[in-house]
């Protein structure tokens, strides 16, 4: 991965993040509903207009939960962003602050990139490869002896609550894909999920 796409995606994100938090603290934000029944709001199309602004410098074609490629153009060897410019709007909307931006590179249909940033704590997370994980200090060194198992906060699943029976885990909860960063850093063990899932969802993760 080079470095400029890297600097290009951390740009993207953060300046997202500044657009999401301008709308967080002034709580001027409207909120309509999609097709699949989730929030819309005005800071997630105001963050992802922020990422188009740098992602498109890069001349790679952009595909965006807000703005979809349209998928009969596609081929599987394309190269491409993959993006969620709010993932944790239910979040955002209940004002706890676990909410991120997903920036994710696509080729031959997997993830060679994952950049997660989460404004309220301006902590950037990203990783090019499968064995090393960066954030604003270098690279991360995880915590060693957690067995903690991570889910939403929303979401119940009696799986989850088998699997930290089974295992005497401790059970964490946490909003957005912030989840995938607590694993990263080893405050949680593993993140099982149950639930469907768009590529969006978990690409950058």
């Not at 301008?22 to 709580?27: A, K, L, P, Q, V």
């Not at 699943?157 to 850093?185: H, N, T, W």
Request: negative net charge; aromatic residues 10%; hydrophobic residues 40%.
């Amino acid at each position: 991965m080079k470095k400029d796409l890297i600097n290009l995606a951390q740009r993207a994100a953060k300046a997202a993040g500044a657009e999401i938090l301008r709308y967080y603290h002034e709580g001027n934000f409207e909120v309509s509903t999609k097709e699949d029944n989730s929030p819309l709001t005005n800071a997630d199309i105001a963050a992802n207009d922020a990422i188009y602004f740098y992602l498109s410098q890069s001349g790679i074609d952009i595909c965006s939960e807000e703005a979809l490629l349209d998928p009969a153009k596609m081929s599987e060897n394309d190269t491409f962003w993959l993006v969620d410019p709010l993932d944790g709007t239910k979040e955002f909307l209940a004002r706890n602050g676990e909410f991120s931006v997903c920036i994710a590179l696509i080729q031959k249909a997997r993830p060679v990139f994952g950049l997660i940033y989460i404004p309220i704590s301006s902590e950037t997370f990203y990783t090019s490869t499968l064995f090393q994980s960066f954030n604003d200090r270098g690279m991360i060194m995880p915590q060693t002896g957690s067995n903690a198992i991570i889910s939403g906060n929303s979401s119940h699943s009696p799986s989850v609550d088998k699997m930290c029976d089974y295992f005497e885990s401790e059970r964490l909860r946490c909003g957005s894909a912030i989840k995938f960063c607590r694993v990263a850093q080893g405050i949680a063990a593993v993140y099982p999920r149950f639930c469907g899932s768009s590529l969006w969802d978990i690409a950058a993760g």
